[in-house]
């Protein structure tokens, strides 16, 4: 095992986002051949990629977001039944660069650079991408996730690019993006064809202050916009606030949501309640209707507080032609990070699966379902029921990612990955779930030589 740029001590933590599960690891890691209990299937050949913010040098724990970190990936490539490598590594924006006591770039960095993608990862094209938003440029890593650079992914000529939720449709190639930057009239969404290449840009009338548009939804014909009561303030922005300390609530502003044709068009808007959408876990067309299943909390995680929200996965239709909006809980136990078989993007779907994480929504462990805390759960919508796939009580386990078996069928024929802390180590497992045996014990754990922290998205990368 090599490990490389040992930072040593982030600075004393004086704040929960820089401790336990949360912790920045301080170096990077490459390590072969893994320890694995149970047994790895044999025709996953690819990475599993997931990153966060693992923050360099914080000057001040207490005034650190979290959100703000730079960006760290970490992958495990499976190959032939075997964990051929994990390796961690921070996505080398300049500041990285500086803070490591690598060479700075030979040339002037465009600005929207300046940032270091923290909040996906995803492959397109053939190629593998650490993604933001809100107008940072994405950047490309190579196969064993070093930086490439800084690159063009989804841009256009008004300064947009791909984004954190970017969603690919299988059927046609296309990685469709809803691109917004704060202060700008309008949003974009944006279509990269499965080459790479963008070959259509709708630019989306939006309000002056800018709402904090982090997911959208994509149906097969349609377009679905969240214009939510959690928008940037442009005087904080102008002032010199980072835009992720620029965002505010504003409970005056009514919930919206807009539906635009995918080819482009009108965009028609319905109001809905004034709720926090953190993220989609698919829509698709239902005859004259769209059926959206989102998360959605009465309000924005409070860094302080994050117990204080409790989000909960609902469906919303909405009438095509009225546009009036009919709201029903799926299910009301704190949960976020949906994800489903991302061959059912914006189409209909019967399966999603969530995280419900206690060092995220701290009060999970204290709802009435006990064994909802530290979980992954399997939601069958169109019977109306779930499955949990709990793990220890202090292992906290992230976003889970579903891996389709390449000789499979049925919707839920594949596997759940996600790093889970292994306690018992002291490090993090990837943990590999059947999806049709949900309950029963992993197929696989392999064993990490290190600590992941809890983090945001990831994807799984299929070889070529
Ligand atoms: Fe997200």
């Given at each position: ?22 912790a ?16 790895i ?18 000057e ?31 996505v ?21 650079a ?65 691109a ?12 990269t ?18 709402p ?66 953190s993220?989609?876990l698919?829509a ?32 919303w ?47 999970v ?5 006990e ?16 499955e ?52 029963g ?24």
């Amino acid at each position: 095992m090599e490990k490389t740029h040992a930072r040593g001590s982030v600075g004393r933590a004086a704040n929960r986002y820089l401790e336990g599960d949360f912790a920045p690891v301080a170096e990077e890691i490459t390590a072969h051949d893994l320890a694995v209990t149970g047994r790895i299937p044999s025709e996953l050949n690819g990475r599993y990629l997931r990153i966060g913010p693992n923050p360099l040098g914080v000057e001040d724990p207490a005034a650190h977001i979290w959100a703000t970190g730079v960006g760290m990936v970490h992958g495990v490539r499976i190959r032939d039944g075997r964990a051929e490598w994990y390796r961690n590594r921070w996505v080398r924006s300049p500041g990285v660069l500086g803070a490591l006591g690598e060479p700075a770039p030979a040339s002037p960095v465009d600005p929207r650079a300046h940032y270091s993608p923290n909040v996906h990862v995803i492959g397109h094209a053939g190629r593998t991408f650490a993604l933001v938003e809100a107008g940072a440029l994405p950047y490309e890593l190579g196969y064993e996730l070093d930086t490439v650079g800084p690159c063009d992914l989804g841009a256009t000529p008004d300064g947009f690019s791909a984004n954190a939720h970017s969603k690919l449709d299988t059927k046609t190639g296309e990685l469709h993006s809803l691109a917004y930057i704060p202060g700008m009239p309008h949003a974009q969404h944006i279509v990269t064809d499965a080459t790479g290449v963008v070959t259509r840009a709708t630019n989306i009338p939006m309000p002056a202050d800018t709402p904090y548009m982090h997911d959208f939804a994509l149906t097969e014909n349609h377009v679905v916009l969240y214009d939510t009561p959690l928008a940037y303030d442009l005087e904080a922005l102008i002032a010199g606030a980072g835009p992720d300390s620029a965002i505010g609530w504003n409970p005056e502003h009514p919930g919206r949501l807009g539906v635009m044709p995918r080819s482009g068009g009108p965009v028609r808007w319905s109001e809905t309640e004034p709720a926090h959408i953190s993220h989609t876990l698919n829509a698709y067309e239902d005859g004259t209707e769209l059926v959206i299943d989102l998360i959605r909390a009465d309000g924005p995680v409070d860094p302080t507080d994050p117990g204080a929200v409790h989000p909960t996965l609902d469906r919303w239709t909405v009438e095509l032609a009225g546009g009036a909006v009919r709201r029903n809980r799926l299910d009301d136990r704190p949960q976020d990070f949906p994800r489903l078989n991302e061959a059912m993007v914006s189409r209909p779907h019967r399966y999603g699966y969530s995280a419900a994480t206690a060092a995220l929504h701290a009060r999970v462990d204290e709802h009435p379902d006990e064994s909802f805390a530290n979980a992954i759960v399997k939601h069958d919508l169109h019977r109306g029921t779930t499955e949990v796939h709990r793990f220890a009580t202090d292992a906290a386990v992230g976003e889970a990612v579903f891996v389709p078996d390449p000789s499979g069928g049925a919707e839920d024929d594949g596997y759940l990955m996600t790093f889970a802390h292994n306690p018992d180590r002291g490090a993090a497992d990837l943990v590999v779930l059947a999806a049709q045996d949900f309950t029963g014990p992993p197929v696989a754990r392999i064993h990490l030589p290190a600590r992941v922290p809890l983090g945001l998205h990831g994807s799984w990368v299929p070889d070529a």
